[in-house]
């Protein structure tokens, strides 16, 4: 049977949260949509709201899927969900750090080899959601 790991992409007056991994050491450093596996029972949006709680303190609402599921390992597939904040500023709990960028600067991390390699799939999407088309 197939694992789902969500993300969420949680957009805040055009800029898109950014949080950087503290693990595992290949991935040390780089910055992804925070999330995290989903456990069985759980829809993938309970998981995403529960996954940013543990990771960031908020509370989200999950909307809409954005852009096309990404295979992270073999039987693992990655799938990105927009989320809205409802209570709380981010705090990275489990993250070395968290970051706002803009479209701009989305793009200058993904060029600079700086975001989780999965997750840049997604800029095409991204990018239009930021740019608020
Ligand atoms: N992963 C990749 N991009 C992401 C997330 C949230 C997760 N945006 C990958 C990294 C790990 C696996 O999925 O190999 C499980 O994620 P986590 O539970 O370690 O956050
Ligand atoms: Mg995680």
């Known amino acids: 049977m197939s694992r789902i790991v969500v993300a969420g992409a949680v957009i805040d007056a055009g800029r898109l949260l950014l949080a950087q991994r503290a693990r595992p050491e290949h991935l040390a450093g780089l910055w992804e949509l925070p999330g995290g596996k989903v456990e069985p029972g759980e829809t993938t949006a309970e998981a995403l709201r529960r996954e940013l709680d543990e990771e960031l303190g908020v509370e989200v609402t999950v909307g809409e899927a954005i852009?096309?599921?990404?295979?992270?390992?073999?039987?693992?597939?990655?799938?990105?969900?927009?989320?809205?904040?409802?209570?709380?500023?981010?705090?990275?709990?489990?993250?070395?750090?968290?970051?706002w960028v803009d479209a701009d600067e989305l793009a200058a991390l993904c060029a600079r080899g700086v975001v989780v390699p999965a997750d840049t799939a997604w800029l095409p999407d991204l990018d239009a959601l930021l740019r608020g088309e």
């Open 67 to 99: 852009g096309a599921p990404v295979e992270v390992a073999a039987g693992v597939d990655l799938v990105a969900l927009r989320a809205e904040l409802v209570t709380g500023t981010p705090q990275p709990r489990e993250h070395l750090a968290i970051a």
